[in-house]
Nanobody
Framework: QVQLVESGGGLVQAGGSLRLSCAAS????????MGWFRQAPGKEREFVAA????????DYADSVKGRFTISRDNTKNTVYLQMNSLEPEDTAVYYC??????????????WGQGTQVTVSS
């Protein structure tokens, strides 16, 4: 089992930045692929970004490429999502997720409870 706890969400103006964190416990963190997803009101949950277990490979949704950066610190069992140039369309609940297989946009086994990000125009 893996427990994931997100933090860092909040209210920010368009053009601003936020950094989300996700602390993991319960399994060797460095063996996990980590991902971020988001779900806006009335919409399905969508992939945002993912990073491989050593951080060598990252994947981003087209909608966030160039604005968001995923990173991880295996010494702190934490994955981050740095979000810059935020837009109102980025407003959503952001979820951290983990899987034991390689980087992918679906098929995650473990999920956090989510953190709200609201971008005002």
């Amino acid at each position: 089992q893996v427990q994931l706890v997100e933090s860092g969400g909040g209210l920010v103006q368009a053009g601003g930045s936020l950094r989300l964190s996700c602390a993991a416990s319960g399994r060797t963190f460095s063996s996990l692929t980590m991902g971020w997803f988001r779900q806006a009101p009335g919409k399905e949950r969508e992939f945002v970004a993912a990073i491989s277990w050593r951080g060598a490979r990252a994947d981003y949704a087209d909608s966030v490429k160039g604005r968001f950066t995923i990173s991880r610190d295996n010494t702190k069992n934490t994955v981050y999502l740095q979000m810059n140039s935020l837009e109102p369309e980025d407003t959503a609940v952001y979820y951290c997720a983990a899987r034991t297989l390689s980087v992918a946009r679906s098929g995650y086994d473990y999920w956090g409870q989510g953190t709200q990000v609201t971008v005002s125009s």
